[in-house]
């Protein structure tokens, strides 16, 4: 595998259902984000990792629960979403460096999630 | 607070003509500016990006972006569209030292053959 991958790809869950995503990144990088993106809004920031430290929490209601466990991997736990909810949620990494650097962001092919 | 506007939802374009999608940025500082493209089913790859030095920047499949601070835009320019180039395009701006990317709504790229 190579770059950022996702799974699973597409996933439909009702709202009282459990259900997590998941994101690999094989690219060495140190920080990792998950995004929104639905049909009528911007691409939305939800979460921030840095060296596997939460450090944005773009106000996500708390029914998306992150985790970091190393710095290759990131989940999105999802419990009890609202059809509102359904998205595709994408997975990115970049190499974050001191001072006033900025590498770019890699993005995953995203889950497309259907909540009914 | 930054914003990035991309005021097109949709162009259509014929194959062969050339294209430019529009991006304009609020933020105070120079910022760092991206475009991505999006393909059907797929997630965002990097066409290009400015942080410093020459405002026209070269990116790859043959586009070019020009950063205009008086005019806070970083409009996206191909020469020659292809068919195979019909997708979304994302315009973003990063804060200084930070990791944090703001994105435009997106613009939808039609092709006619």
């Known amino acids: 595998e190579t770059g950022v991958t996702q799974t699973p790809r597409h996933l439909v869950m009702g709202m009282t259902n459990k259900k997590s995503l998941k994101c690999e990144q094989h690219?060495?990088?140190?920080?990792m984000y998950w995004y929104k993106q639905s049909a009528k809004k911007p691409l939305e920031l939800m979460f921030v990792?840095?060296?596997?430290?939460?450090?944005e929490n773009n106000s996500v209601p708390s029914r998306f629960s992150p985790e970091c466990p190393n710095s290759s991997h990131l989940f999105l736990h999802l419990h009890t979403l609202q059809p509102e909810d359904s998205a595709l949620y994408l997975c990115?990494?970049?190499?974050?460096?001191?001072?006033?650097?900025?590498?770019?962001?890699?993005f995953g092919p995203g889950t497309r999630l259907t909540v009914l | 607070a930054q914003s990035v506007t991309q005021p097109d939802i949709h162009i259509t374009v014929s194959e062969g003509a050339s294209l430019e999608l529009r991006c304009n940025y609020s933020?105070?500082?120079?910022?760092?500016l991206f475009w991505y493209v999006q393909s059907p089913g797929q997630g965002l790859q990097l066409l290009l990006k400015?942080?410093?030095?020459?405002?026209l920047v070269q990116g790859i499949k043959g586009f070019e972006a020009e950063f205009k601070r008086s005019q806070s835009s970083f409009n996206l320019r191909k020469p020659s569209v292809h068919w195979s180039d019909a997708a979304e395009y994302f315009c973003?701006?990063?804060?200084?030292?930070?990791?944090?990317?703001?994105f435009g709504g997106g613009t939808r790229l039609m092709v006619k053959p």
């Open positions: 990115a990494s970049s190499q974050v460096l001191g001072g006033a650097s900025y590498n770019e962001q890699f």
């Open positions: 690219l060495g990088h140190n920080a």
């Open positions: 990792y840095n060296f596997k430290e939460q450090t």
């Open positions: 933020y105070g500082a120079t910022p760092y």
């Open positions: 400015y942080f410093s030095g020459d405002t």
């Open positions: 973003a701006v990063a804060e200084d030292a930070g990791n944090m990317l703001t």
